[in-house]
């Protein structure tokens, strides 16, 4: 396991810059955050122009874990932003690409059915495609998330621990999911939903059991500090964002 940073905590940066500071910082790889309403790649810049994202990414000099896809679109669109985002990580050795599940509520065949189409694609790129767990989405419960991974040979978890700890009527069990983990994202988080993000040593999260968890399931990849640089956050992020790597780092 090593310690990765998302480019969440910087998003008020730009690409170049936000990748910098995480190699001025002393991370192993960065988790890129590709978003229709991010500042540093967008789903339909890498479609428009996959070369250039290549070489603006092969040019910022920092190794990358993982990409993490969001986009809202037709699904034809979404198909082939898709495809793009997957050759862009072959292209330039990203072993992972993260997507959200449906809304919360949606129909849980109709999703396994649009996994698979997803995981085809990926599969003919050669990355890896994980769901994160949410309270927004069908994997809200760590059950229906195990089942996605059942009905869907080749999906893979990227768990996001903080939305089980501050689930609206407490902590949720998730041991059932590590074995199908295959990217991390974490801060610390308390266990009520208004707690979702607090200072690092205030949460409830057990950074060394969830290691050791994923320890027993040979889990090699990445631990992704994700801070998130929000415009209300009542502190300053970048100390937390070295708090919680000095933490992990510790622990691996």
Same mark, same amino acid.
């Given at each position: 396991?090593?310690?990765?940073?998302? !480019?969440? /905590?910087?998003?008020?940066?730009?690409?170049?810059?936000?990748?910098? !500071?995480?190699?001025?910082?002393?991370? !192993?790889?960065?988790?890129?955050?590709?978003?229709?309403?991010?500042?540093?790649?967008?789903?339909?810049?890498?479609?428009?122009?996959?070369?250039?994202?290549?070489?603006?990414?092969?040019?910022?000099?920092?190794?990358?874990?993982?990409?993490?896809?969001?986009?809202?679109? %037709?699904?034809?669109?979404?198909?082939?932003?898709?495809?793009?985002?997957?050759?862009?990580?072959? @292209?330039?050795? =990203?072993?992972?690409? !993260?997507?959200?599940?449906?809304?919360?509520? /949606?129909?849980?065949?109709?999703?396994?059915?649009?996994?698979?189409?997803? =995981?085809?694609?990926? $599969?003919?790129?050669?990355?890896?495609?994980?769901?994160?767990?949410?309270?927004?989405?069908?994997?809200?419960?760590?059950?229906?998330?195990?089942?996605?991974?059942?009905? =869907?040979?080749?999906?893979?978890?990227?768990?996001?621990?903080?939305?089980?700890?501050?689930? %609206?009527?407490?902590?949720?069990?998730?041991?059932?999911?590590?074995?199908? @983990?295959?990217?991390?994202?974490?801060?610390?988080?308390?266990?009520?939903?208004?707690?979702? *993000?607090?200072?690092?040593? *205030?949460? $409830?999260?057990?950074?060394?059991?969830?290691?050791?968890?994923?320890?027993?399931?040979?889990?090699?990849?990445?631990?992704?500090?994700? @801070?998130?640089?929000?415009?209300? /956050?009542?502190?300053?992020?970048?100390?937390?964002?070295?708090?919680?790597?000095?933490?992990?780092? /510790?622990?691996?």
């Amino acid at each position: 396991m090593y310690v990765a940073c998302s !480019t969440l /905590s910087f998003s008020k940066l730009t690409l170049e810059d936000a990748l910098r !500071t995480a190699r001025e910082m002393r991370f !192993t790889k960065a988790d890129l955050a590709v978003h229709d309403d991010g500042k540093h790649l967008t789903p339909a810049e890498v479609l428009a122009d996959p070369a250039k994202c290549a070489q603006r990414l092969k040019a910022a000099n920092m190794p990358l874990a993982a990409f993490h896809f969001v986009t809202e679109c %037709a699904p034809d669109v979404f198909r082939d932003r898709f495809r793009a985002a997957c050759r862009l990580a072959r @292209v330039c050795t =990203v072993p992972v690409v !993260t997507v959200p599940a449906a809304p919360l509520g /949606s129909d849980f065949d109709a999703e396994a059915q649009r996994l698979r189409e997803l =995981v085809k694609i990926a $599969e003919g790129e050669g990355v890896i495609l994980t769901v994160e767990t949410n309270a927004a989405t069908v994997t809200a419960d760590p059950l229906g998330a195990k089942e996605l991974c059942r009905r =869907v040979p080749g999906l893979g978890i990227t768990l996001d621990p903080s939305h089980y700890h501050a689930a %609206a009527h407490g902590p949720l069990d998730y041991d059932c999911l590590f074995p199908y @983990v295959r990217h991390m994202r974490l801060r610390d988080t308390g266990n009520k939903p208004d707690l979702f *993000q607090v200072r690092i040593g *205030q949460g $409830e999260l057990e950074y060394g059991r969830m290691i050791s968890q994923l320890d027993r399931c040979r889990y090699d990849r990445a631990l992704t500090v994700d @801070v998130r640089d929000l415009p209300d /956050s009542p502190f300053p992020i970048e100390p937390e964002v070295r708090k919680l790597k000095y933490l992990l780092e /510790s622990l691996v």
